[in-house]
């Protein structure tokens, strides 16, 4: 007798430390799942200094300082705004006979982690073609960025005055020109 009481008193023991093992398994965060939503590249990004060139038709271009304030690189991969019909990334680059010469960047504008990636006259920008319409100094511009993670950010950039000297468009089947000289910023830094 004495020991089928020892028997059935393990027994009773081990059962409920197995209970007490999967009401542990079982258990899940407090946190519901909508608070623990993961940051997206969007989140991450800022932009200053941003202006748009003016232009009474054709092509135009917008600039400023692209800031990540994230610990891993972000990117651009897309463009869109009102202003234009037609909206590209943007680099510029010399070709085989030393001209400059802007053209579509591969993957889109990657900026590094915790740092900046520059869209100046000369450089990398967002193109605006096939403007039919003028794009007046004074007036402002509302783009939205779209990044590698599918996420999407809104600003708006001033419209200024920008002379500069030509470079070459080289798209896949027309060649355009453009003003856009980096060395000559008159407007760029008026407001």
């Not at 940051?39 to 200094?49: G, L, V, W, Y």
């Not at 680059?93 to 900046?116: H, L």
Request: include cysteine; hydrophobic fraction near 40%.
């Amino acid at each position: 007798m004495n020991t089928s009481i020892r028997t059935t008193s393990r027994f009773g023991v081990l059962l409920a430390a197995g209970a007490l093992l999967l009401a542990g398994c079982a258990s899940t965060s407090t946190t519901p799942a909508a608070d623990t939503e993961a940051a997206t590249q969007a989140d991450a990004f800022a932009i200053s200094d941003a202006w748009v060139k003016s232009a009474e038709s054709g092509m135009s271009a917008a600039f400023g300082e692209l800031e990540n304030s994230s610990g891993e690189d972000i990117t651009v991969v897309a463009a869109s705004t009102e202003v234009s019909p037609m909206i590209e990334l943007h680099e510029t680059v010399t070709d085989e006979t030393g001209e400059m010469v802007m053209q579509p960047i591969d993957g889109g504008f990657v900026i590094p982690a915790e740092g900046t990636y520059a869209l100046e006259p000369g450089g990398s920008h967002i193109m605006l073609m096939g403007l039919d319409q003028p794009i007046v100094a004074g007036e402002e511009g509302t783009f939205t960025l779209t990044f590698a993670d599918d996420s999407t950010v809104e600003f708006t950039a001033p419209v200024k005055d920008y002379s500069g000297a030509n470079e070459n468009y080289v798209g896949d089947d027309s060649e355009m020109d453009m003003d856009m000289d980096e060395s000559d910023t008159s407007g760029s830094d008026d407001s």
